[in-house]
């Protein structure tokens, strides 16, 4: 909290009485329950609204964008995919280049296993995931993102995330401890949509570079997730 | 901060955007009939909330005021096009103690004003890409898509509801009018977009949308109460005009639900009428109507109490930030919601 000059002290103390008046007025147990029915109803509808107004906007983005009809054509997607996938995608193989066998390993095993599937199954593109703070972080400071997850077969999926170390410029690597995945194991049902929260907490060594780290799922290679930071001194 | 410091204030952003209006409206012709009544119209002033809000809230969250005003004058430029609209729709006489745009010239070039400025709250929103970066403006953009969505869908039930007569409306119905109709537009949306640029687009802005509703609404239903019982030279329109226009009020679903059979009867022929054939003395006695069965008591009542839920909300999300003149002014302003002569 800033410190607050004498005068404005006053002033907003005042502001604060008539707002403690109308709040204790509110609470006077008369009226208390006509206002609590009076904002209930408030909130059911504004609920309703924003509901009713996603639901509309997927229905838009599904008439605008059929997803699943581009899904099944690989180049139809790159040819309409935004300018800021095109960075993503960019930063997803700089990644993967930047990254250590460890790594290797892991992108060669999610291939054969999606190779496998596509053998059996026309599966879709994998769905990639790029998040970033909008401002560079010094040693020791932590960002929170999330990003969502969304079942849209009819099965159950069981989602297991891994993650690899934040690799930056000159082989430099920040240990893979500093992400922490919530929840780190879940099970999507069908339809349903869940948000993941990565927090990421940089040591207070860290060397200034870019990083990128790497979020999979051990059990499906459609869930890649790229972080990408900027460390400064 | 006192209403005085708080109208100061929102004056002084007020007279900010109004520079930026006029930066950017074309110096050609045709001027007569559309850039001279495009520059002037925003000049008849207003409270200033929108600009009001989205500065401060900018401010408040650690951001300057100059990133936040090409999406001000955005705002107040679609406000400015949604009144001169709006008056064509209600068939208002007055605005801001002057007649309406249609009144003083026709409706035919009101509308074309309305829509140049429609138009013209475009290219700010562009600008914002050199101030803010692609992904900021773009995320504004969105707010204002939906912003403007919403207004016109709230506008469209408002407007069935008078063309069909409706009688038997709800007051959940009001509110959602209102949310979408007025809320969005006056309170959330400028807030929210405030928010995003103060934090480089790093806030979830959904955190804001129970605090500018309930704002809005308060806000709202104050501003019908004031039409019926202000003192129209402070109130700057007709007052008891909501009456005359068949606007539906939270006054008038209340007076409907509760009145006898026969006064419902009387007030929905008066409602059925075209408004041009209306009489004063009719609007007169629905008013009496309105106090006899405690409808504006009852309008006033819930006002506070959603005006007491928006000061709630308000020092949960805000209470975090640092103190600042900027985080009292939406204080104040939800506190002048309630205490308001006009």
Same mark, same amino acid.
């Given at each position: 909290?800033?410190?607050?000059?004498?005068?404005?002290?006053?002033?907003?103390?005042?502001?604060?009485?008539?707002?403690?008046?109308?709040?204790?007025?509110?609470?006077?147990?008369?009226?208390?329950?006509?206002?609590?029915?009076?904002?209930?109803?408030?909130?059911?509808?504004?609920?309703?609204?924003?509901a009713?107004?996603?639901?509309?906007?997927?229905?838009?983005?599904?008439?605008v964008?059929?997803?699943?009809?581009?899904?099944?054509?690989?180049?139809?997607?790159?040819?309409r995919?935004?300018?800021d996938?095109?960075?993503?995608?960019?930063?997803?193989?700089?990644?993967?280049?930047?990254?250590?066998?460890?790594?290797?390993?892991?992108?060669?095993s999610?291939?054969?296993?999606?190779?496998?599937?596509?053998?059996?199954?026309?599966?879709?593109?994998?769905?990639?995931?790029?998040?970033?703070?909008?401002?560079?972080?010094?040693?020791?400071?932590?960002?929170?993102?999330?990003?969502?997850?969304?079942?849209?077969?009819?099965?159950?999926?069981?989602?297991?995330?891994?993650?690899?170390?934040?690799?930056?410029?000159?082989?430099?690597?920040?240990?893979?401890?500093?992400?922490?995945?919530?929840?780190?194991?879940?099970?999507?049902?069908?339809?349903?949509?869940?948000?993941?929260?990565?927090?990421?907490?940089?040591?207070?060594?860290?060397?200034?570079?870019t990083?990128?780290?790497?979020?999979t799922?051990?059990?499906?290679?459609?869930v890649?997730?790229?972080?990408n930071?900027?460390?400064?001194p | 901060?006192?209403?005085?410091?708080?109208?100061?204030?929102?004056a002084?952003?007020?007279?900010?955007?109004?520079?930026?209006?006029?930066?950017?409206?074309?110096?050609?012709?045709?001027?007569?009939?559309?850039?001279?009544?495009?520059?002037?119209?925003?000049?008849?002033?207003?409270?200033?909330?929108?600009?009001?809000l989205?500065?401060?809230?900018?401010?408040?969250?650690?951001?300057?005021?100059?990133?936040?005003?090409?999406?001000?004058?955005?705002?107040?430029?679609?406000?400015?096009?949604?009144?001169?609209?709006?008056?064509?729709?209600?068939?208002?006489f007055?605005?801001?103690?002057?007649?309406?745009l249609?009144?003083?010239?026709?409706?035919?070039?009101?509308?074309?004003?309305?829509?140049?400025?429609?138009?013209?709250?475009?290219?700010?929103?562009?600008?914002?890409?050199?101030?803010?970066?692609?992904?900021?403006?773009?995320?504004?953009?969105?707010?204002?898509q939906?912003?403007?969505?919403?207004?016109?869908?709230?506008?469209?039930?408002?407007?069935?509801?008078?063309?069909?007569?409706?009688?038997?409306?709800?007051?959940?119905?009001?509110?959602?009018?209102?949310?979408?109709?007025t809320?969005?537009?006056?309170?959330?949306?400028?807030?929210?977009?405030?928010?995003?640029?103060?934090?480089?687009?790093?806030v979830?802005?959904?955190?804001?949308?129970?605090?500018?509703?309930?704002?809005?609404?308060?806000?709202?239903?104050?501003?019908?109460?004031? #039409?019926?019982? =202000?003192? /129209?030279?402070?109130?700057?329109?007709?007052?008891? @005009?909501? +009456?005359?226009?068949? &606007?539906? !009020?939270?006054?008038?679903?209340?007076?409907?639900?509760?009145?006898?059979?026969?006064?419902?009867?009387?007030?929905?022929?008066?409602?059925?009428?075209?408004?041009?054939?209306?009489? #004063?003395?009719? =609007?007169? /006695?629905?008013?009496?109507?309105?106090?006899?069965? @405690?409808? +504006?008591?009852?309008? &006033?009542? !819930?006002?506070?109490?959603?005006?007491?839920?928006?000061?709630?909300?308000?020092?949960?999300?805000?209470?975090?930030?640092?103190?600042?003149?900027?985080?009292?002014?939406?204080?104040?302003?939800?506190?002048?919601?309630?205490?308001?002569?006009?």
């Amino acid at each position: 909290m800033a410190a607050k000059k004498p005068n404005e002290q006053k002033k907003s103390s005042g502001s604060r009485k008539l707002a403690d008046d109308i709040l204790k007025g509110i609470k006077n147990e008369e009226i208390l329950s006509s206002a609590q029915k009076v904002i209930n109803s408030a909130v059911n509808v504004l609920e309703e609204e924003i509901a009713a107004g996603i639901l509309a906007a997927k229905k838009i983005e599904k008439k605008v964008l059929d997803v699943d009809n581009i899904r099944s054509d690989p180049d139809d997607l790159m040819n309409r995919i935004r300018r800021d996938t095109h960075e993503a995608v960019d930063l997803f193989l700089d990644a993967i280049t930047a990254l250590t066998n460890k790594v290797n390993n892991l992108t060669e095993s999610e291939n054969a296993k999606a190779e496998k599937a596509e053998a059996a199954i026309v599966k879709p593109s994998p769905a990639l995931t790029l998040l970033e703070t909008e401002q560079p972080l010094q040693p020791g400071q932590s960002e929170n993102f999330t990003f969502t997850l969304f079942e849209d077969s009819e099965k159950a999926a069981k989602i297991s995330f891994q993650k690899t170390s934040l690799f930056g410029p000159n082989g430099q690597s920040i240990n893979g401890r500093a992400l922490k995945i919530t929840p780190l194991n879940l099970t999507l049902k069908p339809k349903e949509e869940r948000e993941v929260n990565v927090k990421l907490s940089l040591p207070k060594n860290a060397q200034p570079g870019t990083y990128n780290a790497l979020i999979t799922d051990s059990e499906n290679a459609l869930v890649k997730v790229v972080l990408n930071v900027v460390v400064i001194p | 901060m006192d209403t005085l410091s708080m109208k100061a204030m929102l004056a002084d952003y007020g007279a900010e955007t109004l520079k930026g209006i006029h930066n950017y409206i074309p110096d050609k012709e045709p001027r007569a009939y559309l850039y001279n009544l495009l520059a002037e119209y925003p000049n008849r002033g207003g409270k200033g909330f929108r600009p009001g809000l989205c500065i401060a809230a900018c401010k408040a969250f650690g951001g300057k005021q100059d990133d936040a005003s090409n999406s001000a004058v955005c705002l107040e430029l679609l406000h400015n096009a949604f009144l001169i609209h709006d008056d064509v729709e209600d068939e208002s006489f007055f605005r801001r103690n002057k007649p309406t745009l249609h009144q003083s010239t026709n409706t035919a070039i009101a509308i074309n004003v309305g829509d140049a400025m429609q138009v013209l709250g475009l290219y700010p929103l562009f600008k914002n890409r050199e101030v803010l970066g692609d992904k900021v403006a773009m995320q504004i953009f969105m707010e204002v898509q939906h912003m403007v969505t919403e207004s016109v869908e709230g506008q469209a039930m408002e407007l069935g509801w008078r063309k069909d007569n409706t009688a038997n409306l709800m007051e959940a119905d009001y509110l959602r009018m209102i949310l979408k109709k007025t809320c969005w537009y006056t309170c959330i949306h400028p807030i929210r977009i405030g928010a995003i640029i103060g934090t480089k687009g790093r806030v979830n802005p959904e955190k804001f949308d129970r605090l500018g509703y309930f704002m809005g609404t308060s806000f709202q239903i104050q501003d019908d109460v004031l #039409n019926l019982i =202000a003192d /129209e030279e402070k109130y700057g329109k007709e007052i008891g @005009g909501d +009456i005359l226009e068949g &606007k539906r !009020t939270l006054m008038l679903i209340h007076l409907m639900a509760t009145c006898k059979p026969e006064e419902l009867r009387t007030i929905s022929k008066f409602l059925s009428l075209p408004i041009r054939q209306r009489k #004063n003395a009719d =609007a007169l /006695e629905i008013l009496e109507l309105m106090h006899t069965y @405690g409808s +504006i008591t009852h309008a &006033k009542n !819930t006002a506070q109490y959603l005006a007491g839920a928006a000061l709630k909300e308000f020092y949960t999300i805000f209470s975090r930030l640092p103190d600042s003149e900027d985080k009292s002014l939406i204080e104040n302003i939800i506190i002048y919601m309630i205490d308001r002569e006009y």
